[in-house]
């Protein structure tokens, strides 16, 4: 009987030392962020869910209740965040809004030649660049150390970790493209991997901008560099219809290669990236 007393009482003792800090993350690769430096401290709720789009999504009132509850929103500056951050800490003047992309140098929305760009819209995909990682990685580390200062070896332990498996993605996608010329292109229905690009030295060339419809003289130009490249493949969206991207590829006997730059799995699509292109 005793022992069983004692059992219970260290039993409570871990719960009541347990943290349970309550985390809003608006897309899934943050999931995977978060996860990564605060383990079982942080009770994640994702806002967008999985083949939903930052531009359309409305968060339902099961997630009103979490960000009511919540301690921590990380934002990573998508337009989903853009429109609702805002509402959220007028629900909650508690919540704790982190800019994940603030200090990061965002880079204009490409668009069908290289040499031209949106100056008016960034391209949001800060994530997809494991530079840009490491540096997101620091700063939600920061976020939980303000909140959670006894645990701060805790979450430095597991930073450092993460800043090793973020270095092992980068060498494993440098050595994929080794034999790749720089300035080399690659296809992408939307062009949601400029930071991708531009960390390894490659072009992207997009068949949609902007969700606008694609005039034939610009996929007679497509055509064109794809040809004159020799592109093996076009990259496409699951959150989005390839019908366009499966007519092209018929035309130039690629293959098509499905990666979400939503996915939670972040590194794996990197790498998955980085083979379609070589």
């Known amino acids: 009987m005793l022992n069983r007393l004692i059992f219970i009482i260290f039993l409570s003792s871990l719960y009541l030392n347990a943290t349970n800090i309550n985390t809003v993350v608006s897309i899934q690769p943050l999931v995977t962020f978060v996860n990564e430096i605060a383990k079982d401290n942080a009770q994640i709720t994702l806002m967008i869910k999985p083949g939903k789009s930052p531009h359309t999504y409305e968060p339902k009132p099961s997630q009103m209740v979490s960000i009511a509850n919540a301690k921590l ?158 592109i093996k493949s076009i990259i496409v969206q699951p959150e989005f219809s390839n019908k366009v991207a499966k007519m092209l590829a018929k035309e130039l006997n690629i293959k098509v290669v499905k990666i979400s730059p939503l996915s939670k799995e972040w590194s794996k699509n990197l790498i998955k990236l980085a083979k379609s292109v070589r």
């Open 73 to 230: 929103y990380f934002a990573i500056g998508v337009e989903f965040d853009k429109i609702w951050t805002k509402r959220f800490k007028n629900q909650n003047k508690s919540l704790k809004i982190i800019h994940l992309d603030e200090g990061i140098k965002k880079i204009h929305m490409q668009n069908h030649n290289e040499h031209d760009h949106n100056h008016q819209n960034y391209d949001p995909h800060i994530w997809l660049s494991p530079k840009n990682v490491k540096v997101i990685a620091k700063k939600i580390y920061t976020a939980f150390v303000d909140i959670d200062s006894k645990n701060k070896n805790f979450y430095k332990e597991n930073l450092v970790k993460f800043l090793t498996k973020i270095d092992i993605t980068d060498s494993n996608i440098k050595n994929i493209l080794k034999n790749v010329k720089k300035g080399s292109k690659f296809m992408v229905f939307h062009p949601s991997w400029g930071y991708f690009a531009k960390e390894y030295g490659l072009v992207q060339v997009p068949v949609e901008v902007e969700g606008k419809s694609i005039k034939p003289k610009t996929l007679i130009k497509i055509i064109e560099i794809a040809k004159k490249e020799k």
